[in-house]
Nanobody
Framework: VQLQASGGGLVQAGGSLRLSCAAS????????MGWFRQAPGKEREFVAA????????YYADSVKGRFTISRDNAKNTAFLQMNSLKPEDTAVYCC????????????????WGQGTQVTVSS
C-alpha cells in the first residue's frame, strides 16, 4: 500500500487542523492505520492508531482528548483531526499502515507515507 499525507500547515495555538492520509490499493480496509510525528532534534513518536474496521482506536497520552483518528474505507483515507493545538505539537506528521493494531502502535510498521509539516505558533 502507498500512502500520501496532506493537510498540514501553520496554525495558532488553540486552533485546529485535519490531516488526511490517502492510500492506494484495494486492500486498504485490511490495514490498521497510524499517525506518527517527529519534531526537530527529537525521535519519532506515536500519535494515534485505528484498527482496520475503525472499531478500536489508541492515542498517545499527550494528544488524548484533543486529537481524533478516523477512517473512511470506501475512500481509502484515514484522518487525524487535531484540536486545541499547542506549540509542542509542532512536527512533521506521517501516516503508516500495517496489519494489526498493536504493530502500528509499536511503530513496527512496514508502510510509511511522506510527512506533512504542522507548525503551531504561540
Amino acid at each position: 500500500v502507498q500512502l500520501q499525507a496532506s493537510g498540514g500547515g501553520l496554525v495558532q495555538a488553540g486552533g485546529s487542523l485535519r490531516l488526511s492520509c490517502a492510500a492506494s490499493g484495494r486492500t486498504f480496509s485490511r490495514y490498521s492505520m497510524g499517525w506518527f510525528r517527529q519534531a526537530p532534534g527529537k525521535e519519532r513518536e506515536f500519535v494515534a492508531a485505528i484498527s482496520w474496521s475503525g472499531a478500536s482506536t489508541y492515542y498517545a497520552d499527550s494528544v488524548k482528548g484533543r486529537f481524533t483518528i478516523s477512517r473512511d474505507n470506501a475512500k481509502n483515507t484515514a484522518f487525524l483531526q487535531m484540536n486545541s493545538l499547542k506549540p509542542e505539537d509542532t512536527a512533521v506528521y506521517c501516516c503508516a499502515a500495517d496489519f494489526g493494531l498493536s504493530v502500528v502502535v509499536d511503530g513496527k510498521v512496514r508502510n510509511w507515507g511522506q510527512g506533512t509539516q504542522v507548525t503551531v505558533s504561540s
